[in-house]
C-alpha cells in the first residue's frame, strides 16, 4: 500500500473520529442565535482600597454566583475595560429579574457552630456534597440540549432537596457579627521556607480581628468550626487547633489549611475577597434579544453558508474537472473537521463567527486554485502527470504560507485587542484557516497522487487540457555532426 493510500485511510479515520465527537457535543450558540438578554455593568471602584483590577474579578465572581442562582447555563461574564462587566445569558426570558439578582451586593459572614451539633453537621454536608455532585452531573449531560422532563423533575428535586439542606446546615452556626466588611485581605500563598503546602492567609481590621480573636478562642479544640458563609452558603468550615484555647488567634489574621493546591486556594481565596471587597454595580444597558430573532439569524445564515459551499462545489468541478472534484472533498473534509474544532476548544458560534467560517472556506479553495493553477503549468511546460502534481504543490506553498500566515496574524490582533463578536469572528477565522491548510497541503495532496498513480485517472480531458505539453527526449533525438 503506497503512502498517499495510507494516509488517506488515516485522514478517513480521522474524519469519523471528527464527525463522531461533533454530532455527540454540538457548538454552543452565543446569545444573537440562541435569544436571551445581555447587561452591561459598571462598577464603582473610586472607594476600592485594593487593586482595581482584583475588586473587578471579585465583582466577577459574585456576578456568576447570581447568575448560577438564576440557573443560567452557558452564562458569559467577562471584564470589559477597566470597570465595566459584559455579562451574556442565553435563554433568559426575565432580564429585569436578572437585573435585580445581579445587583445585589454578596454578604461575607463567619459564624460559629453550635454546641452538639458535630455528628449531625458532618452528616448533612456528606449529603449535601453528594446532591451537589448529582446535580453537575446531570446539568452536564443537558448542557447542549433541552432537558427531558423527566431529568428536568429530577434538576427541580434536587434543586430544593440542596437549598433544604443549605438551610439546615446555616441553622447549625449562630452569629458572631463578624462580616466581610471587617475583613481587610485573603491571598493564596505558600507556607514557604521549603513547604510548598497552599494555605489561604486572611487579614481583619482592629475590630474584626477582635472579634475572630474570641471566636477562636471558644471553639480551640471542641471539634467545632467555624463556618464561613458567602451569601448564607457555607463555603468553608475550618477547626481550630487546642493550642490556641488561651487567647485564641489574636493577631487580627489567621491562615486556612485543607486540601488545596494553586487553583482551589485561589479560587477559595477569590471567594473570600468577593465578599469582603464589594462595590456598587450600576447596571448602564440592558438589551433583549428574542429568540425568534435568532431562529431567523441560524436560518438565513445556514442558507446563506450552504448556498455558497454549493456554488464554491460547482465551479471548482465544471473549472477544473477531477481537480475540483479533489477540492471538494477537501472542502468536504475541511468543513467537518473545523465544526469538530469548535466543539472541542468550546467555541461559542456567533452570527460573526458563522461569518469568519464562511469566510474560511472561501480561502480553503483559494488554496486548492493556487496549486491546480501551478499543476496546469507544470503540464503545460511538459512534466508527467505525477511529477506535475508534486512541483504544483511544492511551489504553491510558499503563496499558501504567506497568504495564511498574515491572515493569522490579523486574527491575533483582532482577538487581543477585540471584544464580544470580534474575539468570536477571530477565533472561527483562525481555525478556519488553520485546518484549511492542512486539507489543502495534506489531504488534497495524497488524494491526487492516489488517484494520477491509476492509469484510468491520466486522460488531459480530466484535467481540464485538451492534451499534455509534449517533452522533448534529448536521448534519442541528438545527434553529433561533423563541422563542413
Not at 480521522?14 to 454540538?26: E, K, W
Not at 484555647?245 to 485543607?258: L, N, P, Q, T, Y
Not at 508534486?390 to 471584544?419: M, Q
Amino acid at each position: 500500500m503506497g503512502k498517499p493510500n495510507r494516509f488517506l485511510i488515516f485522514v478517513a479515520l480521522l474524519l469519523a473520529g471528527a464527525l463522531y465527537f461533533a454530532l455527540q457535543n454540538p457548538p454552543k450558540l452565543g446569545l444573537d442565535l440562541r435569544g436571551g438578554a445581555q447587561l452591561t455593568l459598571q462598577a464603582d471602584l473610586s472607594a476600592a482600597q485594593s487593586n482595581g483590577r482584583d475588586v473587578l474579578e471579585a465583582t466577577r465572581f459574585v456576578v456568576e454566583r447570581r447568575i448560577n442562582s438564576l440557573g443560567v447555563s452557558e452564562a458569559s461574564v467577562v471584564i470589559s475595560g477597566g470597570d465595566r462587566l459584559l455579562v451574556e445569558l442565553p435563554g433568559v426570558s426575565d432580564p429585569a429579574q436578572a437585573e435585580r439578582v445581579i445587583g445585589r451586593t454578596a454578604r461575607l459572614e463567619f459564624r460559629q457552630q453550635r454546641q452538639g451539633t458535630e455528628s449531625e453537621f458532618r452528616a448533612r454536608l456528606n449529603i449535601l456534597r453528594q446532591q451537589e455532585l448529582q446535580r453537575a452531573v446531570l446539568q452536564d449531560s443537558t448542557e447542549e440540549k433541552e432537558p427531558t422532563p423527566a431529568v428536568a423533575e429530577q434538576l427541580k428535586t434536587l434543586d430544593g432537596a440542596i437549598a433544604k439542606e443549605r438551610k439546615e446546615i446555616l441553622a447549625q452556626f449562630d452569629s458572631v457579627n463578624l462580616s466581610g466588611d471587617r475583613l481587610q485581605d485573603a491571598v493564596a500563598t505558600t507556607q514557604g521556607q521549603g513547604d510548598s503546602t497552599w494555605v489561604v492567609r486572611i487579614a481583619f481590621d482592629d475590630e474584626g480581628g477582635r472579634i475572630f480573636g474570641e471566636l477562636t478562642q471558644k471553639l480551640a479544640g471542641t471539634g467545632r468550626s467555624i463556618g464561613i458563609f458567602l451569601d448564607d452558603e457555607l463555603i468553608s468550615a475550618p477547626t481550630v487547633g487546642p493550642e490556641f484555647a488561651a487567647r485564641g488567634i489574636d493577631d487580627g489574621g489567621a491562615i486556612i489549611r485543607g486540601s488545596f493546591d494553586a487553583d482551589s486556594a485561589n479560587e477559595f481565596a477569590l471567594q473570600l475577597r468577593a465578599g469582603a471587597l464589594p462595590v456598587p454595580v450600576a447596571v448602564i444597558e440592558n438589551r433583549t434579544v428574542g429568540a425568534s430573532l435568532g431562529a431567523d439569524s441560524i436560518n438565513s445564515s445556514l442558507f446563506a453558508g450552504l448556498t455558497g459551499l454549493a456554488l464554491v462545489l460547482v465551479f471548482m468541478v465544471v473549472y477544473y474537472r477531477i481537480l475540483g472534484l479533489v477540492a471538494d472533498l477537501a472542502l468536504l473534509v475541511y468543513a467537518i473537521l473545523t465544526y469538530a474544532c469548535f466543539s472541542l476548544l468550546g467555541v461559542v458560534l456567533t452570527l460573526a463567527g458563522i461569518a469568519g467560517f464562511i469566510l474560511s472556506v472561501g480561502m480553503a479553495v483559494d488554496a486548492n486554485i493556487l496549486i491546480f493553477e501551478r499543476t496546469r503549468e507544470e503540464l503545460r511546460a511538459g512534466r508527467t502527470l505525477y511529477k506535475s502534481v508534486e512541483a504544483g504543490f511544492y511551489r504553491a506553498w510558499s503563496s499558501i504560507l504567506d497568504g495564511n500566515v498574515t491572515t493569522l496574524i490579523a486574527c491575533l490582533a483582532l482577538f487581543t485587542l477585540g471584544s464580544g463578536v470580534v474575539k468570536g469572528f477571530a477565533v472561527t477565522l483562525a481555525v478556519g484557516v488553520v485546518v484549511s491548510m492542512f486539507t489543502a497541503i495534506t489531504f488534497s495532496r495524497a488524494c491526487l497522487l492516489a488517484m494520477v498513480s491509476n492509469p484510468i485517472y491520466r486522460k488531459p480531458s480530466y484535467y481540464g487540457m485538451k492534451s499534455f505539453g509534449k517533452t522533448v527526449d534529448t536521448s534519442t533525438t541528438s545527434q553529433v555532426e561533423a563541422i563542413p
